[in-house]
C-alpha cells in the first residue's frame, strides 16, 4: 500500500463485549461446548460458584470455583506447590524444558517450535502479538497456510499494554511475558484432537510433571474473544491462580458481534509461563523468579532491599489489587491490613517503592524485546505504546532518585541483564549495534518535552478547571506525546488507576475497516500474470473471459478480464502498467491495472461498444496486447532499487530499519523507514553511495516460487518487508548477498540494470518514521544533468569555478540579509510618515493605502501603536495587499464592517465566475475536454475559498521607552481578512466609500 494512502477505520465491538454476547449460550449447553465426560473420567464434577462461574473441581471439599477473587488470596504463596512443596524449587528455564518434556511426550505428541518476532509484520491489524495464536492468525486457522508444525509448542514472546496500572502490584501481571502455547489446527479432512484430549494433556503436565495435587485444580467454563474469533474456554486455577486457559475457536467474529463457524477448528491453549516457577516455588511474587539477573543487578545499583516479612504476609492478598475489577482501592488495602495485622497506609509506603522496581524490570525487557524484533518508540500506532512504558521506566528513575545511581550507562547494562536472563530460553542475542543509541535519543527527548505540547496542556487544564478528566489524559499522551509523569507534574494530579487499561480499550475498539471492494470475480479463474516468467515480453495474445461495466464511470463497458495478461497491476506500492489492446482491429487505450481477487482488471478509453449482444458478446474473442516498454522499465528500475535503498539504510543505520511503506512511480520513488530521528545529510550520502556501491557489483536478482513456511525458516520474518502476503505460496525476490523479500512486483534481472540511484531528499514523515525520496536509471541521469546545468550556469553568471561558487553564495545572502534588514527599516519609517500624514489632515477622516508587502505583519505589529491617536481624532485607515487585507479604526461607528465583508464575498464571487466561465469557454472552443474539467475544478476551488476576517476591539501599543508599562487601547475596530481580495475592485469600493488614497502606488 502506498504510505500517502490514509487507512479508513470503524468503531467495533470489543473482545469483552462481544464475549458478553455468546456467554449464555454456552453455560446453557455445557455437554455442546465443553469436554464434560473427560472431566468426570478424571474425577471432576460440576458445581456452581457464588460468583456465578460454572467450574470442576475434584473434590466436593471445594465451595469456590478457584479464581483469586472467590478464594481472596493466593493459597501457594511461602509453601508452594507440587515439587516445590517438597523443596524442589525451579527455574524460569526449567518450567519451560517440563512443559516441553511433558507435551512431547503426550497420547498425541506436540512439536516445539521457535518463538515468532513480537513484532507482527505478518499482519495487517496488528502492531504486536498478544497471545500465541497471534502467530498463526489469520492464514493457519482460516486454513488457507499451513501452520509450521501440527500440533505444536512454543515459548511465544508477547506485547500488552493493558495491564500497566497492575504491574508490580497484583504479582502476576506484565507488559511482556512468555506464553507457553499449544495451538492444534482441525482440518475436515486432518483431525488432530479437540477437548478432550486437550484437558488430558494439560492436567497430565499439572499432575505428572509438576506433581500438584488434583484436589487444588480447578477447571472453570467460560468463553474467550480475540484476533477475530470466539469460542468455549476453559480457564484452569491452582491454589488461587490463574494458569492456564484452553480455548476451543469454533467461529470467526466481525465487529458487530456476528459470527460464522470457522473451518479450520482450532485450539489455542495460553499459558504464563511467569506465572509457574512462582506456583511451584511460592515466591511472594512471580518478578523473584523471572527476573533474577536483572533484580539483582538493579537492587545493587538503587541500594534496594526488599523487606521478605512485609511481602511474604502482602503476597498472598495481592491478587485483589486488579485495578479494572476493583471499585474501591482504599478498601481492599484495609481488607489486606485487617488479615496481615498491618497498618494499610505502612504496608503501600513500604510496598510502593519496590513495586516501582518491578515495573522498571518488566518495561525494560518489553522494550527490549520490542525493538530488537523491529518496533521503535513513537508517537503513533504501537510505538507509542513502547515510548509510554520507556517514558514511565525515565520517570520512576528519577522519581525515586535512582538516576543518580544508574545513570543511563546502568540502564543499559539492565537491558543486557535482562537478554542474560531471557537467553536460557530463547538462546544467546544477535548484536544490535543501534539499540543503545534509541534509547539515549529518547533519553533526551524526554528530557526535553516539547514546550509547545505543555502549552497545549496548560491551556486544557485551565479550560478543564484545573481538573483533567480521563478522556483529556488520553489525549494529552496517544496525541501529543506527554507523557503520564509529566502531565501529573503540570497539572498536579495523580495519574488516573486505570489510565492505561482505558487506552488500551480505546485501541481495541479502533479497527480497520475492510476495504470497499468495487467488482465481484469470485467465480473468475485466475489470470496468468506473464511478467513473472517474463518481464520483457511486452506482446502477448489472450481472450476476454467478461467485461464489466466500470462502476466508477457510469457503467460504462470498460472493464476488460483477460485469462492471461503482460500488465502489470497497481500493487505493493507500484503504479500499474499502461498499454493497448486491440480487440475486432480496434485499439483501445489500457489507462489503469487492478488486482481485484484473483482477476487481472484492464480499465480501457474509450470503452468498448455495446452491441445487440451486450457485454457476453465480448466473451471468447482474441485480444493483442501491448505493455508501455518505457513506463514498464523506469518502474521496474524504481522498485529494484527501492530493495537497493533498503538494504543500504539498513548497514548504513541499523538494524531498526524496517519497511514502514513505499512507492514507485514512472517519476520517482519513495520509501518510508522506521528511524529514531532525522537522517543528516552525510547519512543521507552515505545510504547513496553505499546503493551505488550495490548497484555496481553487478548482483543477481533471483525471483522464484517458494512454500510459504520454507521460505520463512529459510529467510525469517524480514521477508515481510511490504505487508502481508496470503496464500500458501510467496514470490521471493533475493538480491544475492544483499537483501531477500516476499514481493509481487517487476524488477530488473541485476542490479546494473537500474543504472544509477540518486537520493533527492529525507523529509520525517511522522514520529519513528523517515521518508527517503529517489530516482533511478534515466531519472537519476536527467536529475544528475539539471543539477549539472545549474552549478554550470551559477558558474557562469557569477564567473566563478565551482569550488567557490558555495563561498560567492554566501557572501550573497549575507548582503541580502544586510539590506532586507534596512528595507523593513525604511519601510517602517514611511509607515510613520503615513500615519502621520493622516493624522495631521484634518481633512481626513479614513484613509486607504495600497500596500505591495507581501503579509501582513508590518501592519499588525506597528499599527498598535497608532491607535491611541486614532481614537483620540476619530480616525481610520485600511490597507489592502495582494491577497490581504488590514484595517484600524478609532472608533467602530467609523466603518460597518459586516457591510464590507459582504461587498468582499461579492466581489469575490463575481470575479471568480467571470475568471472560471473564460477559461471554460476557452476549452470548449479548443475542444480540450481536460482543460474545460481543469477549469470546473479551479471554480469548485475558488468557490471554496471563504473570506476570513479576524477583528479585535482592543490592541496594545507597546512602549518603546522599556521603563513604561504597554498601553490597552480599548473600544477601537482592528481586523484583518486573509482572503484574496480582488485588489483593484477592493481599492475601487473604498474609494467609493470616500477613502482617501495616502499614495499614488
Not at 379 to 394: E, K, P, Y
Amino acid at each position: 500500500m502506498s504510505t500517502d494512502e490514509k487507512e479508513e477505520v470503524i468503531t467495533g465491538l470489543t473482545a469483552k463485549e462481544i464475549k458478553k454476547l455468546a456467554k449464555p449460550e454456552f453455560a446453557a449447553n455445557p455437554d455442546k461446548f465443553y469436554p464434560t465426560g473427560t472431566l468426570k473420567r478424571l474425577g471432576f464434577s460440576r458445581a456452581s460458584c457464588s460468583c456465578g462461574n460454572n467450574y470442576w473441581r475434584h473434590s466436593e471439599k471445594r465451595t469456590t470455583c478457584g479464581d483469586s477473587q472467590c478464594e481472596k488470596k493466593y493459597n501457594f504463596i511461602g509453601i508452594g506447590t507440587g515439587v516445590g512443596r517438597s523443596g524442589n524449587k525451579i527455574t524460569y528455564a526449567q518450567a519451560w524444558e517440563g512443559f516441553k518434556r511433558s507435551l512431547s511426550s503426550a497420547r498425541v505428541p506436540c512439536t516445539a517450535i521457535s518463538r515468532y518476532p513480537v513484532v507482527a509484520r505478518w499482519r495487517a491489524d496488528v502492531d504486536y502479538v498478544a497471545a500465541g495464536i497471534f502467530c498463526f492468525q489469520p492464514y493457519c486457522v482460516t486454513g488457507e497456510l499451513e501452520p509450521p508444525a501440527n500440533p505444536l509448542i512454543c515459548p511465544q514472546f508477547c506485547l500488552r499494554f493493558n495491564d500497566l496500572d497492575n504491574i508490580g502490584l497484583t504479582g502476576r501481571h506484565y507488559s511482556g511475558f512468555i506464553m507457553l502455547g499449544i495451538q492444534v489446527f482441525n482440518k475436515p479432512d486432518a483431525y488432530k484432537f479437540w477437548h478432550d484430549e486437550c484437558v488430558e494433556f494439560n492436567y497430565r503436565w499439572l499432575t505428572e510433571e509438576l506433581k500438584i495435587d488434583p484436589d487444588e485444580i480447578t477447571f472453570i467454563e467460560d468463553v474467550w474473544a480475540g484476533g477475530g474469533n470466539l469460542g468455549p474456554s476453559i480457564e484452569y486455577f491452582v491454589s488461587g491462580l490463574e494458569l492456564g486457559n484452553m480455548v476451543f475457536m469454533q467461529y470467526k467474529t466481525y465487529p458487530d458481534g456476528s459470527r460464522e463457524p470457522l473451518q479450520v477448528q482450532v485450539i489455542d491453549v495460553g499459558i504464563g509461563l511467569e506465572r509457574v516457577p512462582w506456583l511451584v516455588n511460592g515466591s511472594a511474587t512471580s518478578y523473584m523468579d523471572v527476573f533474577p539477573r536483572a533484580l539483582d543487578f538493579l537492587l545493587e545499583k538503587t541500594k534496594m532491599n526488599i523487606s521478605t516479612d512485609i511481602w511474604d504476609k502482602y503476597g498472598p492478598y495481592s491478587c485483589l489489587l486488579n485495578v479494572d475489577e476493583v471499585d474501591d482501592l482504599d478498601k481492599i488495602w484495609k481488607f489486606i491490613g485487617d488479615q496481615t495485622g498491618m497498618d494499610p497506609v505502612a504496608v503501600r509506603q513500604a510496598i510502593e517503592p519496590i513495586r516501582d522496581v518491578y515495573v522498571v524490570l518488566d518495561h525494560t525487557r518489553s522494550i527490549l524485546m520490542a525493538i530488537v524484533d523491529g518496533s521503535l518508540p513513537s508517537n503513533v500506532g504501537g510505538g507509542s505504546n513502547v515510548r509510554n512504558i520507556l517514558r514511565r521506566v525515565f520517570a520512576i528513575l528519577h522519581k525515586r532518585k535512582w538516576w543518580d545511581c544508574i545513570g543511563m550507562e546502568g540502564l543499559l547494562t539492565l537491558f543486557r541483564k535482562h537478554q542474560e536472563d531471557l537467553a536460557t530460553i530463547y538462546g544467546p542475542f544477535n548484536e544490535y549495534k543501534s539499540f543503545d543509541q534509541i534509547i539515549q535519543v529518547e533519553y533526551s527527548r524526554w528530557v526535553k518535552t516539547d514546550g509547545e505540547q505543555r502549552e497545549k496542556l496548560e491551556k486544557l487544564a485551565k479550560k478543564s478547571g484545573g481538573k483533567l478528566s480521563l478522556n483529556d489524559w488520553i489525549t494529552a499522551i496517544t496525541a501529543w506525546g506527554l507523557p503520564a509523569d509529566t502531565i501529573a507534574s503540570i497539572t498536579g494530579q495523580d495519574i488516573p488507576g486505570n489510565l492505561w487499561y482505558a487506552i488500551a480499550e480505546l485501541q481495541e475498539r479502533t479497527v480497520k475497516a475492510t476495504p470497499a471492494v468495487l467488482y465481484s470475480t469470485a467465480h473468475l479463474p485466475e489470470t496468468v500474470s506473464t511478467y513473472y516468467n517474463d518481464h520483457k515480453d511486452y506482446d502477448f495474445d489472450a481472450s476476454i473471459l467478461q467485461v464489466i461495466p466500470n462502476v466508477t464511470k457510469k457503467n460504462q463497458p470498460s472493464v476488460v478480464v483477460l485469462n492471461r495478461s503482460a500488465f502489470y497491476p497497481t500493487s505493493g506500492g507500484q503504479e500499474h502498467d499502461i498499454g493497448t489492446l486491440t480487440i475486432d482491429g480496434t485499439t483501445y487505450n489500457v489507462v489503469d491495472v487492478l488486482k481485484v481477487g484473483p482477476a487481472v482488471l484492464h480499465i480501457v478509453d474509450p470503452p468498448l461498444p455495446l452491441g445487440d449482444g451486450g457485454l457476453d458478446a465480448f466473451v471468447g474473442k482474441a485480444v493483442t496486447g501491448r505493455v508501455d516498454e518505457e513506463r514498464r522499465s523506469k518502474l521496474r528500475n524504481h522498485h529494484t532499487a527501492t530493495h537497493i535503498i533498503y538494504a543500504a539504510s539498513r548497514r548504513v543505520l541499523g538494524p531498526h530499519i524496517w519497511q514502514h511503506g513505499a512507492k514507485k512511480t514512472e517519476e520517482q520513488a519513495h520509501l518510508d523507514i522506521t528511524h529514531y530521528e532525522n537522517v543528516t545529510f552525510e547519512q543521507l550520502c552515505a545510504i547513496e553511495t553505499e546503493a551505488n556501491r550495490i548497484v555496481q557489483s553487478c548482483k543477481d536478482v533471483n525471483k522464484r516460487f517458494m512454500p510459504k513456511d520454507e521460505a520463512e525458516k529459510l529467510y525469517g520474518f524480514n521477508l515481510y518487508q511490504g505487508g502481508i502476503v496470503p496464500g500458501n505460496t510467496l514470490r521471493v525476490v533475493q538480491i544475492l548477498d544483499t537483501d531477500t523479500e516476499a514481493c509481487c512486483g517487476t524488477h530488473c534481472d541485476n542490479t546494473a540494470e537500474v543504472g544509477y540511484i540518486k537520493i533527492m531528499k529525507a523529509e520525517r514523515k511522522s514520529d519513528g518514521v523517515v521518508r527517503l525520496i529517489y530516482v533511478a536509471g534515466s531519472p537519476a541521469l536527467r536529475m544528475s544533468n539539471e543539477q549539472s546545468a545549474v552549478l554550470n550556469s551559477l558558474k557562469t553568471e557569477w564567473r566563478v569555478t565551482q569550488e567557490e561558487i558555495v563561498p560567492t553564495a554566501q557572501r550573497f545572502f549575507e548582503g541580502f540579509k544586510k539590506y532586507e534588514t534596512l528595507a523593513k527599516r525604511q519601510s517602517l519609517t514611511i509607515l510613520e510618515l503615513q500615519m502621520r500624514l493622516l493624522l495631521a489632515d484634518s481633512d481626513i477622516k479614513v484613509a486607504l493605502l495600497r500596500s505591495q508587502e507581501k503579509t501582513a505583519t508590518n501592519y499588525i505589529t506597528n499599527m498598535p501603536s497608532f491607535a491611541a491617536k486614532f481614537k483620540e481624532l476619530g480616525k481610520g485607515v485600511v490597507v489592502v495587499g495582494d491577497n490581504w487585507i488590514y484595517g484600524l479604526f478609532g472608533n467602530a461607528t467609523l466603518f460597518d464592517l459586516k457591510k464590507f465583508e459582504a461587498q468582499l464575498i461579492q466581489i469575490q464571487a463575481d470575479t471568480d465566475a467571470k475568471k472560471a466561465a473564460e477559461e471554460k469557454f476557452l476549452a470548449e472552443k479548443n475542444n480540450e475536454k481536460k482543460e474545460k474539467e481543469d477549469a470546473e475544478k479551479d471554480l469548485k476551488k475558488e468557490q471554496k475559498k471563504a473570506i476570513k476576517i479576524v477583528t479585535k476591539n482592543q490592541v496594545v501599543s507597546k512602549s518603546k521607552d522599556k521603563k513604561k508599562k504597554d498601553e490597552k487601547i480599548d473600544s477601537i475596530l482592528e481586523f484583518t481578512s486573509f482572503a484574496n481580495p480582488h485588489v483593484n475592485n477592493v481599492l475601487a469600493h473604498l474609494s467609493s466609500l470616500g477613502f482617501t488614497a495616502l499614495d499614488s502606488e
